[in-house]
């Protein structure tokens, strides 16, 4: 079963970003016992395509990308991987 947390995640780049490829990984299992697991906060990795992210260094997607989701990180995110394709 998918964590509805990613669920409204997934929607909400979708959303911002008419992504061609979206995809959300929990790893929260990855890290059962370190910080964050404990609060119930989860570990993910985000894989998206989006031509809103073409041509932007680095730093200008991953910007983009946690302003979109600012709100959930605090109370939902412990650790977030970002790998825009």
Known sequence: MIDPRITALKDKLNSAFKP??????????????????????????????????????????HKMIYSSMSKEIESHFHAISITIL
Do not use: C, M, W, Y
């Open 20 to 61: 061609s490829f979206l995809d959300i990984i929990d790893d929260s299992h990855l890290h059962v016992g370190h910080a964050g697991a404990e609060d119930n906060k989860l570990h993910i990795t985000i894989r998206i395509k989006a031509k809103a992210l073409d041509n932007l260094k680095r730093i200008q997607q």
